[in-house]
């Protein structure tokens, strides 16, 4: 009984905890609130590009098509590292060994042999290099080519311009609007941010090479993608 009559003295002290603080009402304004909904959008050219390569052998038993690929595999991967490709940015995404059948109406399937199949991921960060690493892989036996997926490495620096481009254009419209009131923009109240919105990776394009190597040039356009942010800011007018 004494412990509780001695938290019941020093309740009054503590205070009030941020969660509770946070559902007090807002102060009011004397003014006039105005929400504006603004997007700051900024382009750069993609500087990194993702593609995936891989190797497909078939043979009659599993584990002739398992080493078959795992050999043209390792020509590949170090094809990769003559190109200059860090092993960080090498990444393998996927390996399978699945039955080959044949089908003849009226008869059951009958095992005609294994194919294997291994992938990897490979980041590029010189676009300008993707083709012609790309054709140095298909010599060296990669006969499954899924890309590219082109994207920013680092967005962040382009976000925050982003950012104060949706401010600048908020504010902007926000003066409109108080001009057209007979009003003048007193403060800002709230800047909400809704997310960022990054450009969806391009479709994979899927090439599927002869197994003798015979390369074209193939060269990468980055082109532009677009970034943008888009934020709700409420302002005071009077």
Do not use: H
Request: hydrophobic fraction near 45%.
């Amino acid at each position: 009984m004494r412990l509780w009559r001695a938290l019941a003295l020093f309740a009054p002290a503590i205070p009030a905890s941020p969660a509770l603080a946070q559902n007090q009402p807002a102060a009011t304004i004397a003014g006039t609130r105005l929400d504006i909904v603004a997007t700051g959008e900024v382009t750069r050219v993609p500087d990194i590009a993702r593609i995936s390569a891989g190797v497909a052998t078939q043979a009659i038993t599993a584990t002739d098509a398992i080493r078959q690929n795992a050999a043209r595999m390792e020509r590949v991967r170090a094809a990769l590292t003559r190109a200059g490709i860090a092993a960080r940015d090498i990444q393998t995404s996927n390996i399978n060994l699945q039955p080959e059948y044949r089908y003849v109406q009226n008869q059951p399937p009958r095992l005609i042999g294994y194919r294997a199949g291994s992938e990897v991921t490979v980041r590029f960060r010189d676009i300008a290099d993707t083709g012609r690493i790309l054709d140095a892989l298909v010599a060296e036996g990669a006969n499954q080519i899924n890309g590219p997926s082109l994207g920013i490495d680092r967005p962040d620096a382009a976000l925050d311009e982003a950012r104060v481009a949706a401010l600048t254009s908020a504010r902007a419209r926000a003066e409109l609007y108080a001009r057209s009131l007979n009003m003048r923009v007193r403060r800002v109240l709230l800047v909400s941010e809704s997310g960022a919105t990054l450009p969806p990776p391009m479709p994979m394009m899927r090439m599927q090479a002869n197994v003798a190597g015979e390369a074209a040039d193939t060269r990468i356009d980055p082109g532009e993608q677009t970034l943008s942010i888009t934020l709700t800011v409420s302002f005071e007018l009077e």
